[in-house]
């Protein structure tokens, strides 16, 4: 079973960064494509970034690659990271960690194996 764990998220205010991290736990070595997804009060979960494991090619929403970056840290852990800059106030949401034991980084929630609990992201002045 994977596990991640997610850290990072917090109230900041329209133009700031923040730094989202996910880390699987378990059997990590399952994990070869991990994802960032996220869901504001009453809309569906949308996708963001999404990376193939070690240091595959990226994949973005058009909404947020000029703003956000999705990259992995020390390929024995798996950890991966979420620059965001910018932020505005419909940044607001939970922000979910994603992973999939399959090897192509799918913009598709339903491909994902392995989702975090979560991370509240809030953007307010």
């Known amino acids: 079973q994977v596990h991640l764990v997610e850290s990072g998220g917090g109230l900041v205010q329209p133009g700031a960064s923040l730094r989202l991290s996910c880390a699987p736990t378990?059997?990590?070595?399952?994990?070869?494509?991990m994802a960032w997804f996220r869901q504001a009060p009453g809309k569906e979960r949308e996708f963001l970034a999404a990376?193939?494991?070690?240091?595959?090619?990226?994949?973005y929403a058009d909404s947020v690659m000029d703003r956000f970056t999705m990259s992995a840290g020390d390929s024995a852990k798996n950890t991966v990271y979420l620059q965001m800059r910018r932020l505005k106030p419909e940044d607001t949401a939970v922000y979910y960690c994603?992973?999939?034991?399959?090897?192509?980084?799918?913009?598709?929630?339903?491909?994902?194996?392995?989702w975090g609990q979560g991370t509240q992201v809030t953007v307010s002045a």
């Open positions: 994603a992973a999939r034991a399959g090897i192509q980084a799918t913009t598709f929630a339903a491909t994902y194996d392995y």
């Open positions: 990376l193939s494991l070690p240091g595959g090619a990226t994949n």
């Open positions: 378990g059997s990590s070595f399952r994990v070869n494509a």
